[in-house]
Structure formats: structure tokens, C-alpha cells
């Protein structure tokens, strides 16, 4: 079965201080892995999609298809990169049809 | 532009009442999904719908359908509601090419079934 793991609910870390936050995925096809965040009282967005192969933000993530991730790293948090953020997958296709992980919140302290 | 509307941004309904939400994709948009999410289940999708048609659906019972009109603007609609039925159900819009265009998420409308 199609599925994307966020193991951890909270991750909080200092301002300055690296981030990972790791996403697992299991699909037999070819995916396209999506990485979507959620600000403070704001809609759902498209951080970035491995497709792209972009640096958003500061954020990047690879897609390591041996270990079937997708983590999403940046060297040095900022405060304003506190929101919950979703792992998600797709088949390639023309269409969206998305699996998204539960979730993991990043508090970023001062 | 204007982004992904729905509308009402909140309900309330009983047990077997029905429902139907609304969503106005972002202009030039033909292709809007519908996201289901709860604390309990997160994030799960219903359907899309492109040109009017439904391209792809979700594992839901077939009380929850949609429907998309020549403008692209979709409506979803839950009859016989359930207690469960209650979460914040997301529209989101693409030009329907998914490796030309991101997906752009609506604010939702939160749905409280009593």
C-alpha cells in the first residue's frame, strides 16, 4: 500500500540550529515526493517538489529512493520557519491525486 | 489573481442532513481536488475533477460525490451525514498538467456535524 511516514509530531530546535524532518515513503511505481507547509493561520502551500530540485526558503530536500526518503533539511532555522509541515506523494502523472504524511510541527525557539 | 475560494468557510449540520461545499478554483484553473482532513486521519483525498469529469477519486463511500461545471467551479456534496463526517474539507486548484503547475490549496470549510 501507498504510504508516507513523519515519525516525529514536534520538532523543536533554537533558532540557528540545523533541521532535518524526515519522511519515509512506500510505493512500488515511481513517486513524486512534495514537500507542503502550513504558516500560522495561513492555506496550505507547495514548499517544494523533488522534481524541481529547488532550494526554497533555505530548505532542501533529496529524494533517496534506496531508503525511501524524502527528508527536508535547512542548515540554520529561522523563527519564521515555525508551521507544520506535510510530506507528500504522487505518481507521475498528468493528475494530482496526493498522499500526504500526518504532519510534523517545527517550533523554531529564540 | 485570486486565490482558491470556498465557501461557507464554516457549517453546522445534524445527523442525515446533507451538505454541499463550494469551491472556485484560481483563474485558468481546470482542475480542482478535494482533500478531507482530520486530527484522526490527516490528510486524505476524495476526488478531482478536470473538464467537468472526475479524473481520480479517493476511498470514500459513495456518500460524498462532487461535481465540476463548465466554469471550473466544483461543488462536493456529503448526504446522510455522520459524526465522523466532521473536518476541514480542502479545495485546491491546478491547471490540470500536474508537472507544469503546483497545486494551490483553498482555506478550507470546517464542517461540524452534531
Known amino acids: 500500500a501507498q504510504r508516507v511516514t513523519q515519525p516525529e509530531k514536534l520538532l523543536s530546535v533554537f533558532k540557528g540550529a540545523p533541521v532535518e524532518l524526515k519522511c519515509n515513503y512506500s510505493?512500488?511505481?515511481?513517486?513524486?515526493l512534495f514537500w507542503y507547509v502550513q504558516y500560522s493561520r495561513q492555506r496550505l502551500q507547495l514548499l517544494l517538489r523533488?522534481?524541481s530540485r529547488e532550494s526554497i526558503k533555505g530548505f532542501t530536500a533529496d529524494l533517496n529512493k534506496g531508503e525511501t526518503s524524502f527528508h527536508l533539511k535547512k542548515p540554520f532555522a529561522q523563527e519564521e520557519d515555525s508551521a507544520m509541515y506535510y510530506c507528500a506523494l504522487d505518481k507521475v502523472d498528468s493528475s494530482y491525486k496526493l498522499i500526504f504524511g500526518s504532519g510534523t510541527r517545527l517550533l523554531v525557539r529564540p | 489573481k485570486a486565490g482558491v475560494t470556498q465557501t461557507p468557510r464554516y457549517l453546522i449540520k445534524t445527523r442525515g442532513q446533507q451538505v454541499t461545499l463550494s469551491c472556485s478554483p484560481i483563474s485558468g484553473h481546470r482542475s480542482v481536488s478535494w482533500y478531507q482532513q482530520t486530527p484522526g486521519q490527516g490528510l486524505q483525498f476524495l476526488f478531482e475533477y478536470f473538464s467537468e469529469t472526475q479524473r481520480n477519486k479517493g476511498n470514500f463511500p459513495g456518500r460524498f460525490s462532487g461535481r465540476q461545471f463548465s466554469n471550473s467551479r466544483s461543488e462536493m456534496n456529503v448526504s446522510t451525514l455522520e459524526l465522523g463526517d466532521s473536518a476541514l474539507y480542502l479545495c485546491?486548484?491546478?491547471?490540470?498538467?500536474?508537472?507544469?503547475?503546483?497545486?494551490?490549496f483553498g482555506n478550507g470549510t470546517r464542517l461540524t456535524v452534531t
Open positions: 523533488h522534481i
Open positions: 510505493y512500488s511505481g515511481s513517486p513524486e
Open positions: 485546491a486548484s491546478s491547471t490540470g498538467q500536474a508537472q507544469e503547475s503546483p497545486l494551490h
